[in-house]
């Protein structure tokens, strides 16, 4: 028997989607395909897998990353389903393959992944604003016909609403600072 979720955790939220994928196979739903915002789940054994997430620098058609899964393969662990670069991966809870003596240093690779991801984010809708400034204050020396008024007001639009963006974004971008320095400090207190 198969059942879909629908379900959406945000990039930051990964620890609260990984704890939420290992409840339902806890209750005996395995996690088989997953998607942006879906999960397709099998019933089995309840506690039989244990599920891992990762991000990967690059996607997983790329040579690193399916070199980087293969050997994931070789030690008993299944690659479950892909979303961007997110991996989803599952072995089976017996002889679960998943470092639990390294947790630290999991964690702090893992949000620095993902801190890298938000400030690409955040360097891109810098650049994106600033072509649009660019592009308004060449528009200016152009004569006032519709089609140059039309273009200046979807600049404008654009980079405001990529300012709005930043803005909005910005507790999250201090959420994952934070968690980076307190994932270092918990490295280091652990060592």
């Given at each position: ?105 999991y964690e702090l ?70 968690k980076v320095k ?10």
């Open positions: 028997m198969k059942k879909k979720v629908r379900k959406t955790f945000f990039l930051w939220e990964y620890e609260k989607e990984e704890a939420w994928i290992n409840e339902m196979a806890g209750t005996g739903w395995m996690l088989i395909q997953t998607g942006f915002r879906k999960y397709i789940f099998e019933k089995g054994t309840p506690g039989e897998y244990t599920y891992r997430l990762e991000l990967l620098e690059k996607d997983t058609h790329s040579p690193e990353s399916k070199s980087y899964l293969d050997f994931l393969k070789e030690t008993g662990i299944e690659f479950v389903g892909e979303c961007v670069n997110w991996v989803y991966l599952r072995c089976k809870t017996e002889d679960c393959k998943f470092d639990r003596g390294n947790r630290p240093l690779t893992h949000l620095l992944k993902i801190q890298e991801f938000f400030n690409k984010l955040k360097h891109a809708f810098v650049v994106v604003i600033a072509l649009c400034m660019v592009a308004v204050f060449s528009l200016e020396h152009l004569e006032r016909v519709p089609i140059v008024e039309f273009f200046k007001g979807f600049c404008v639009g654009v980079s405001f609403c990529a300012s709005v963006l930043i803005l909005l974004a910005t507790p999250y971008f201090r959420r994952m600072n934070r307190a994932a270092v400090r918990e490295l280091y207190t652990c060592e």
